[in-house]
């Protein structure tokens, strides 16, 4: 199952429930800011924690105030159940 694509139903549902997020160029993708660097490098500090006990990885960018996470299964060429459970876990660290 984690490695079986989405189909374009259960991403739209997806982000009906998660509207912060968007698809970009095929991967699920969200950008934070914060009050000030710390603060996103804190918040960057936590996902990557969450990156590694879920063994998922996403593209990050940290660019002074904002953080921008995008992620994609690249080894099925899509998203999966491992994106989706990405984004529950990064929108309760910070929403």
């Not at 590694?52 to 996403?58: F, M, T």
């Not at 529950?88 to 910070?94: N, S, T």
Request: net charge negative; hydrophobic share 40%; aromatic share 8%.
């Amino acid at each position: 199952m984690d490695k079986e694509i989405l189909s374009d139903r259960t991403v739209a549902g997806l982000l009906t429930e998660h509207p912060e997020w968007s698809i970009v160029d095929g991967r699920l993708e969200r950008r934070w800011s914060f009050q000030h660097f710390r603060a996103g490098f804190a918040f960057l500090t936590e996902a990557a924690l969450l990156f590694e006990r879920q063994n998922h990885h996403g593209d990050v960018t940290l660019s002074y105030r904002h953080v921008c996470i995008a992620l994609t299964s690249h080894d099925v060429g899509g998203l999966t159940q491992r994106d989706v459970r990405m984004v529950q876990a990064l929108d309760k660290i910070h929403d």
